[in-house]
């Protein structure tokens, strides 16, 4: 079983009718019994995200503020599940999941560009990864 958001909760109370007084009652009783805690949820989310997924800072932060977290609890998951882990490694890691061989054509570098900025990866080690793995014939301007 996962940890569910507060926003969730909500939304799925919401969705099967009952009041919004009971909504909010039953936040309220989850929450002082220690059932519902967007803190500890939004760590498992972090690191589900890089541990499972591989993906990026940037992308898990946003996706924990389009859950509702407060942008002080989402920056400390995060914070904490990337501590663990080297955003260098993780990024040659997802590089290396979707790459056979070199780099040849401006389009792959592009398009692998654009799925590595889409996970969360910053654009500087983005590009110096990619950079790593292109044919050096691309490299000094050629266009294959």
């Known amino acids: 079983m996962r940890e569910l958001f507060t926003t969730q909760i909500r939304n799925r109370l919401t969705r099967k009718g009952f009041t919004p007084r009971l909504v909010e009652d039953s936040i309220h009783r989850l929450h002082a019994e220690g059932a ?40 400390q998951a995060v914070d904490e599940a990337y501590a663990a882990v ?35 990866f910053e654009s500087t080690a983005v590009v110096a990864a990619l950079k790593a793995k292109t044919v050096s014939a691309l490299e000094s301007g050629d266009d294959s």
């Not at 946003?62 to 989402?74: I, K, N, T």
């Not at 260098?88 to 570098?109: D, H, K, M, S, W």
């Open 36 to 75: 519902l805690d967007d803190r500890r949820a939004a760590a498992a989310y972090a690191w589900n995200a890089v541990q499972i997924k591989s993906r990026g800072r940037r992308r898990t932060l946003r996706e924990l503020g389009d859950l509702g977290v407060s942008p002080h609890d989402a920056q």
């Open 86 to 120: 080297s955003e260098e490694v993780l990024l040659t890691r997802v590089l290396n999941r979707r790459l056979t061989g070199p780099i040849e054509t401006r389009a792959q570098f592009r398009r692998l560009y654009g799925a590595l900025l889409r996970q969360g």
